[in-house]
Nanobody
Framework: QVQLVESGGGLVQPGGSLTLSCAAS????????MSWYRQPPGKKRELVAT????????NYADSVKGRFTISRDNAKNTVYLQMNSLKPEDTAVYYC?????????WGKGTLVTVSS
């Protein structure tokens, strides 16, 4: 059974940091590119960051460049999103995504709230 389980969300003050984790199981993790998406309240889901299957290449949305870092540990079947200098506009449900060719999986999301 395929599972992507996000964790690490919560309430943080502006300027603070959080690290999200996504634990994968039920598929060959190292064959999949991994991404983080987010969906702010009342808005569409948007791509935040992507990392290739062996971690050699990463890409970021312009809105998070220089503040967020995506990484993965293929030995632990886990992908991370380090988020620094958080802003209120980063408030969203953050989703983990795995993709390989035409096969993709989604997690159920974890809520990040940036507020004072």
């Amino acid at each position: 059974q395929v599972q992507l389980v996000e964790s690490g969300g919560g309430l943080v003050q502006p300027g603070g940091s959080l690290t999200l984790s996504c634990a994968a199981s039920g598929f060959t993790f190292s064959n999949y590119a991994m991404s983080w998406y987010r969906q702010p309240p009342g808005k569409k889901r948007e791509l935040v960051a992507t990392i290739t299957n062996v971690g050699g290449s990463t890409n970021y949305a312009d809105s998070v460049k220089g503040r967020f870092t995506i990484s993965r540990d293929n030995a632990k079947n886990t992908v991370y999103l380090q988020m620094n200098s958080l802003k209120p506009e980063d408030t969203a449900v953050y989703y983990c995504n795995a993709i390989s060719g035409y096969t993709y999986y989604w997690g159920k999301g974890t809520l990040v709230t940036v507020s004072s």
